[in-house]
Protein backbone atom coordinates (compact mmCIF):
# COMPACT_ATOMS: atom_id res chain seq x y z
CA UNK A 1 0.00 0.00 0.00
CA UNK A 2 1.89 3.06 -1.32
CA UNK A 3 0.89 6.21 -3.30
CA UNK A 4 3.92 9.05 -3.63
CA UNK A 5 7.92 8.80 -4.55
CA UNK A 6 9.29 7.32 -1.50
CA UNK A 7 6.26 4.54 -2.06
CA UNK A 8 7.52 3.67 -5.45
CA UNK A 9 10.94 3.33 -5.11
CA UNK A 10 10.81 1.13 -2.56
CA UNK A 11 7.53 -0.63 -4.27
CA UNK A 12 10.25 -1.00 -7.67
CA UNK A 13 12.87 -3.06 -5.63
CA UNK A 14 11.02 -5.15 -3.36
CA UNK A 15 9.79 -6.36 -6.54
CA UNK A 16 12.74 -7.40 -7.62
CA UNK A 17 13.52 -9.09 -4.46
CA UNK A 18 12.62 -12.65 -3.17
CA UNK A 19 9.21 -9.99 -1.60
CA UNK A 20 7.38 -9.17 -4.62
CA UNK A 21 4.12 -8.12 -3.79
CA UNK A 22 1.07 -9.46 -5.10
CA UNK A 23 -1.20 -6.45 -5.24
CA UNK A 24 -0.69 -2.68 -4.53
CA UNK A 25 -3.04 -0.59 -3.44
CA UNK A 26 -2.77 3.40 -4.22
CA UNK A 27 -4.97 6.45 -4.12
CA UNK A 28 -6.86 7.24 -7.28
CA UNK A 29 -5.89 9.45 -10.29
CA UNK A 30 -5.14 13.17 -9.06
CA UNK A 31 -5.82 16.26 -10.72
CA UNK A 32 -2.02 17.57 -10.94
CA UNK A 33 -0.54 20.70 -12.23
CA UNK A 34 -2.11 24.45 -13.18
CA UNK A 35 -4.03 22.58 -16.26
CA UNK A 36 -5.26 19.81 -12.98
CA UNK A 37 -4.61 17.11 -15.46
CA UNK A 38 -5.43 13.62 -14.17
CA UNK A 39 -2.61 11.66 -12.99
CA UNK A 40 -1.99 8.34 -11.25
CA UNK A 41 0.31 8.38 -8.03
CA UNK A 42 4.15 7.50 -8.50
CA UNK A 43 3.08 3.69 -7.79
CA UNK A 44 0.89 3.33 -9.53
CA UNK A 45 2.87 3.88 -12.16
CA UNK A 46 5.39 1.39 -11.25
CA UNK A 47 2.98 -1.58 -10.21
CA UNK A 48 1.27 -1.15 -13.94
CA UNK A 49 5.12 -0.96 -15.66
CA UNK A 50 5.84 -4.09 -13.74
CA UNK A 51 2.47 -5.99 -14.55
CA UNK A 52 1.80 -6.09 -10.47
CA UNK A 53 -1.95 -5.66 -9.95
CA UNK A 54 -3.12 -2.81 -8.06
CA UNK A 55 -6.28 -1.00 -6.95
CA UNK A 56 -7.06 2.30 -6.03
CA UNK A 57 -9.92 2.01 -3.60
CA UNK A 58 -11.61 5.44 -2.12
CA UNK A 59 -11.95 4.49 1.18
CA UNK A 60 -10.52 1.27 3.24
CA UNK A 61 -13.50 2.18 5.67
CA UNK A 62 -16.37 -0.32 4.16
CA UNK A 63 -17.11 -3.64 3.60
CA UNK A 64 -15.96 -4.06 -0.21
CA UNK A 65 -12.72 -3.14 0.51
CA UNK A 66 -12.51 -5.85 3.76
CA UNK A 67 -13.80 -8.12 1.18
CA UNK A 68 -10.86 -7.41 -1.46
CA UNK A 69 -8.27 -7.59 0.70
CA UNK A 70 -9.17 -10.97 2.29
CA UNK A 71 -10.00 -12.21 -1.14
CA UNK A 72 -6.43 -11.52 -1.78
CA UNK A 73 -5.25 -13.68 1.69
CA UNK A 74 -2.10 -11.33 2.26
CA UNK A 75 0.51 -12.96 4.20
CA UNK A 76 1.65 -9.73 5.15
CA UNK A 77 1.00 -5.96 4.16
CA UNK A 78 3.75 -3.74 3.24
CA UNK A 79 2.58 -0.15 3.83
CA UNK A 80 4.98 3.45 2.90
CA UNK A 81 3.36 6.93 2.15
CA UNK A 82 0.26 5.16 1.43
CA UNK A 83 -2.03 8.94 2.46
CA UNK A 84 -5.09 6.59 4.01
CA UNK A 85 -5.78 5.64 7.37
CA UNK A 86 -5.79 2.17 7.38
CA UNK A 87 -8.97 0.99 10.04
CA UNK A 88 -7.42 -2.13 12.51
CA UNK A 89 -9.95 -4.42 10.94
CA UNK A 90 -7.82 -4.36 7.65
CA UNK A 91 -4.50 -4.43 9.66
CA UNK A 92 -5.41 -8.23 11.64
CA UNK A 93 -6.40 -9.45 8.21
CA UNK A 94 -2.55 -10.61 7.44
CA UNK A 95 -0.82 -13.63 9.14
CA UNK A 96 2.38 -11.35 9.64
CA UNK A 97 0.60 -7.88 10.44
CA UNK A 98 1.22 -4.45 8.83
CA UNK A 99 4.96 -2.94 8.68
CA UNK A 100 5.02 0.71 7.83
CA UNK A 101 8.28 2.11 6.51
CA UNK A 102 8.72 5.53 7.74
CA UNK A 103 11.63 7.64 6.63
CA UNK A 104 12.67 9.15 10.09
CA UNK A 105 14.03 7.64 13.33
CA UNK A 106 10.59 7.47 15.37
CA UNK A 107 9.17 8.47 17.26
CA UNK A 108 10.67 11.64 15.85
CA UNK A 109 8.52 13.37 13.22
CA UNK A 110 5.37 11.16 13.16
CA UNK A 111 3.01 12.02 10.37
CA UNK A 112 3.59 13.46 6.36
CA UNK A 113 6.30 15.27 6.00
CA UNK A 114 9.29 13.39 8.14
CA UNK A 115 11.73 14.42 5.09
CA UNK A 116 10.70 18.00 5.31
CA UNK A 117 11.12 18.51 8.60
CA UNK A 118 14.57 16.68 8.87
CA UNK A 119 15.73 19.62 6.39
CA UNK A 120 13.97 22.06 7.96
CA UNK A 121 15.29 21.25 11.07
CA UNK A 122 19.21 21.24 10.18
CA UNK A 123 19.18 17.92 11.40
CA UNK A 124 22.59 16.14 10.78
CA UNK A 125 21.33 12.66 10.65
CA UNK A 126 18.39 10.90 9.93
CA UNK A 127 17.03 7.28 9.20
CA UNK A 128 14.34 5.18 8.86
CA UNK A 129 12.00 3.36 11.03
CA UNK A 130 9.60 -0.28 10.18
CA UNK A 131 7.23 -0.35 12.42
CA UNK A 132 4.17 -2.94 13.38
CA UNK A 133 1.26 -1.11 12.30
CA UNK A 134 -1.50 -0.25 14.97
CA UNK A 135 -4.55 2.52 14.39
CA UNK A 136 -2.76 5.29 15.24
CA UNK A 137 -0.25 7.16 13.20
CA UNK A 138 3.04 6.03 12.89
CA UNK A 139 2.53 5.13 16.62
CA UNK A 140 2.91 1.21 16.57
CA UNK A 141 6.42 -0.46 17.91
CA UNK A 142 9.42 -0.75 16.10
CA UNK A 143 10.68 -3.64 14.28
CA UNK A 144 13.86 -1.94 13.10
CA UNK A 145 15.68 1.17 12.38
CA UNK A 146 18.72 2.21 10.06
CA UNK A 147 20.63 5.40 10.40
CA UNK A 148 21.81 7.88 7.40
CA UNK A 149 24.13 10.65 7.79
CA UNK A 150 26.08 12.25 4.75
CA UNK A 151 25.32 15.30 2.85
CA UNK A 152 21.58 16.25 4.85
CA UNK A 153 23.38 19.74 5.00
CA UNK A 154 22.71 20.26 0.81
CA UNK A 155 20.53 18.11 -0.48
CA UNK A 156 16.93 18.41 -1.48
CA UNK A 157 13.81 16.64 -0.26
CA UNK A 158 13.72 14.74 -3.94
CA UNK A 159 17.35 13.18 -3.50
CA UNK A 160 16.67 13.09 0.51
CA UNK A 161 13.09 11.18 -0.50
CA UNK A 162 15.48 8.74 -3.16
CA UNK A 163 18.23 7.84 -0.34
CA UNK A 164 15.78 7.26 2.53
CA UNK A 165 13.23 5.02 0.07
CA UNK A 166 16.52 2.92 -0.80
CA UNK A 167 17.70 2.76 2.56
CA UNK A 168 14.00 1.69 3.73
CA UNK A 169 13.44 -0.83 0.87
CA UNK A 170 17.19 -2.34 1.82
CA UNK A 171 16.32 -2.49 5.52
CA UNK A 172 13.02 -4.20 4.50
CA UNK A 173 14.50 -6.89 2.37
CA UNK A 174 16.95 -7.73 5.25
CA UNK A 175 14.64 -8.20 8.19
CA UNK A 176 11.45 -9.66 6.55
CA UNK A 177 12.63 -13.24 7.05
CA UNK A 178 13.56 -12.40 10.03
CA UNK A 179 10.40 -11.06 10.58
CA UNK A 180 8.65 -14.07 9.42
CA UNK A 181 10.60 -16.87 11.75
CA UNK A 182 9.21 -14.59 14.61
CA UNK A 183 12.69 -13.75 16.06
CA UNK A 184 12.29 -10.11 16.00
CA UNK A 185 10.06 -8.82 18.91
CA UNK A 186 8.97 -5.08 18.22
CA UNK A 187 10.18 -2.30 21.31
CA UNK A 188 7.29 0.08 21.99
CA UNK A 189 8.28 3.68 20.85
CA UNK A 190 8.92 6.45 23.31
CA UNK A 191 6.08 8.50 23.88
CA UNK A 192 7.03 11.13 25.89
CA UNK A 193 9.86 11.50 23.34
CA UNK A 194 7.58 11.45 19.97
CA UNK A 195 7.32 14.89 18.10
CA UNK A 196 5.17 14.81 15.25
CA UNK A 197 4.85 17.12 11.60
CA UNK A 198 2.14 18.44 9.42
CA UNK A 199 0.68 18.52 5.78
CA UNK A 200 1.93 21.45 4.02
CA UNK A 201 -0.16 24.04 2.57
CA UNK A 202 1.15 26.55 -0.16
CA UNK A 203 1.21 29.29 2.43
CA UNK A 204 3.94 27.30 4.10
CA UNK A 205 6.40 28.53 1.65
CA UNK A 206 6.27 31.80 1.74
CA UNK A 207 9.56 33.50 2.80
CA UNK A 208 10.05 35.58 6.05
CA UNK A 209 13.22 37.76 5.59
CA UNK A 210 13.08 38.04 8.70
CA UNK A 211 14.76 34.62 9.56
CA UNK A 212 18.14 33.88 8.93
CA UNK A 213 19.71 32.42 5.91
CA UNK A 214 20.51 29.19 7.20
CA UNK A 215 16.66 28.77 8.04
CA UNK A 216 15.78 30.31 4.75
CA UNK A 217 18.42 28.28 2.34
CA UNK A 218 17.22 25.15 4.14
CA UNK A 219 12.93 26.21 3.44
CA UNK A 220 14.26 26.11 -0.61
CA UNK A 221 15.72 22.62 -0.14
CA UNK A 222 12.69 21.27 1.66
CA UNK A 223 10.08 22.75 -0.32
CA UNK A 224 11.80 22.54 -3.67
CA UNK A 225 8.25 20.69 -5.06
CA UNK A 226 5.99 21.00 -3.26
CA UNK A 227 4.99 23.71 -1.62
CA UNK A 228 7.39 25.75 -2.98
CA UNK A 229 9.42 28.34 -1.88
CA UNK A 230 8.19 31.52 -2.72
CA UNK A 231 8.02 35.84 -2.40
CA UNK A 232 6.02 39.15 -3.39
CA UNK A 233 7.67 41.92 -5.62
CA UNK A 234 5.13 44.44 -4.05
CA UNK A 235 6.22 47.08 -6.94
CA UNK A 236 5.01 44.58 -9.96
CA UNK A 237 2.67 42.85 -7.97
CA UNK A 238 3.66 39.60 -8.23
CA UNK A 239 5.32 36.13 -6.92
CA UNK A 240 8.81 34.95 -7.63
CA UNK A 241 9.48 31.17 -6.83
CA UNK A 242 12.84 30.34 -5.60
CA UNK A 243 14.29 26.99 -6.81
CA UNK A 244 17.85 27.10 -5.93
CA UNK A 245 19.71 29.18 -3.29
CA UNK A 246 22.87 29.32 -1.90
CA UNK A 247 24.14 31.21 1.68
CA UNK A 248 26.49 33.69 0.92
CA UNK A 249 30.05 34.25 1.85
CA UNK A 250 30.33 37.37 4.05
CA UNK A 251 28.54 39.15 1.03
CA UNK A 252 25.57 41.57 2.33
CA UNK A 253 23.59 44.75 0.90
CA UNK A 254 23.54 46.46 4.18
CA UNK A 255 20.00 46.77 3.96
CA UNK A 256 16.85 45.41 6.02
CA UNK A 257 15.97 41.91 5.60
CA UNK A 258 14.43 41.42 1.88
CA UNK A 259 16.37 44.08 -0.08
CA UNK A 260 18.01 42.66 -3.19
CA UNK A 261 21.38 43.67 -3.96
CA UNK A 262 23.85 42.35 -6.59
CA UNK A 263 26.97 40.05 -4.84
CA UNK A 264 30.21 40.78 -5.60
CA UNK A 265 30.76 38.08 -8.19
CA UNK A 266 27.60 39.69 -9.68
CA UNK A 267 24.68 37.21 -8.76
CA UNK A 268 21.54 38.03 -7.10
CA UNK A 269 21.35 38.19 -3.42
CA UNK A 270 18.87 39.03 -0.60
CA UNK A 271 19.51 40.10 3.11
CA UNK A 272 17.98 38.29 5.58
CA UNK A 273 17.23 38.19 9.20
CA UNK A 274 21.01 37.42 9.90
CA UNK A 275 23.04 37.09 6.36
CA UNK A 276 22.14 36.82 2.56
CA UNK A 277 20.99 34.11 0.18
CA UNK A 278 22.49 33.87 -3.11
CA UNK A 279 19.47 33.47 -5.97
CA UNK A 280 20.58 30.78 -8.11
CA UNK A 281 17.13 29.37 -9.87
CA UNK A 282 13.75 31.28 -9.77
CA UNK A 283 10.65 31.92 -11.55
CA UNK A 284 8.52 35.27 -11.91
CA UNK A 285 5.14 34.25 -12.00
CA UNK A 286 3.70 34.19 -15.39
CA UNK A 287 7.53 33.57 -16.92
CA UNK A 288 10.05 31.32 -17.08
CA UNK A 289 12.13 29.80 -14.79
CA UNK A 290 15.85 31.27 -15.31
CA UNK A 291 18.80 31.82 -13.08
CA UNK A 292 19.14 34.68 -10.35
CA UNK A 293 22.06 36.61 -13.27
CA UNK A 294 19.53 35.92 -15.78
CA UNK A 295 17.08 37.48 -13.84
CA UNK A 296 18.83 40.98 -13.25
CA UNK A 297 20.11 41.24 -17.00
CA UNK A 298 16.22 41.49 -17.27
CA UNK A 299 14.93 43.29 -14.67
CA UNK A 300 17.55 45.63 -13.33
CA UNK A 301 14.81 47.59 -11.05
CA UNK A 302 14.66 45.41 -8.77
CA UNK A 303 18.16 45.85 -7.43
CA UNK A 304 17.84 47.80 -4.59
CA UNK A 305 14.09 47.05 -4.22
CA UNK A 306 12.45 45.10 -1.49
CA UNK A 307 11.18 41.44 -1.25
CA UNK A 308 7.86 40.72 1.05
Avoid at 69 to 81: E, F, N, R
Avoid at 93 to 114: M, Q
Wanted: hydrophobic share 40%; with cysteine; charged share 25%.
Amino acid sequence: MGSGDFAAIILEKLSSSPFRPTAVFTQPDKPVGRKQVLSPSPAKKIAASLGLNFFEPKSLKNEEAIRLIKSLTPDIIIVADYGKIIPKNILDIPKYGALNIHPSVLPKYRGATPIQYTILSGDQKTGVSVILMDELVDHGPIVATADYEPEIYKIGRVELTKKMADLGAELLIKILPRWFSGEIKPVPQNESAATYTKILSKEDGKINWEKSVKEIERQVRAFEDWPGTWTEWPEENKKIKIFRAEIADNSTGGGKPGKIFIARNGEMAVDCGTGSLLIKELQLEGKNKITGKEFLRGYPEIVGAFLI
